[in-house]
């Protein structure tokens, strides 16, 4: 089972911004419009899960146990990703500014990452030193994702629904 390549809900994780990361890579050498648009979408997917896992499972799992600002930081963070990934999952490769999505995206989450995996004092490192159970959290954890995986092969996700930001039509 795919549990035992993942020592914990962290690991699990950052196996997620590996591939992501390794994905915006593929974005950037790509020449044809279909396969930047490929791509994108495979981005959009596995950011779309991992945001949904990390805020219905991961993160309430450590409210009240590290720092809120922290939490609350990558709540917002999230957001901003969630406009740009429904903005990019709209658009096509001809459309203006599509390529400056992605790559504002891809800026967007190296932050993120940054702040999560920041060695001594990022939310991983407060996270470790939580009292909660992260082999149990990571078993949650990836059942979740294999059925958000599974509901994406057969129907696709919703749109990514921002959560701390509220926006205004125009």
Known sequence: MAKAEFT??????????RKVEDLFEQFEKARSGGRKQDIAHQICTELKIHTM????????AFRGKIESDALDEAYVEHDGAKVLINDIEAGSPDDDFYDA??????EEIKHHVKEE?????GMFAQCRKADVDLVELRDRMLARKQELMAQAKTGGL???????VHLIAA
Do not use: G, M, N, W
Not at 158 to 164: D, L
């Open 8 to 17: 914990d809900a962290i690991a699990l994780l950052k196996a997620d911004h």
């Open 53 to 60: 896992i990390e805020e219905e499972i991961f993160y309430p």
């Open 101 to 106: 999505k992605v790559t504002v995206l891809s």
């Open 117 to 121: 995996e920041r060695q001594s004092d």
């Open 158 to 164: 919703p749109i990514a629904e921002p959560r701390a």
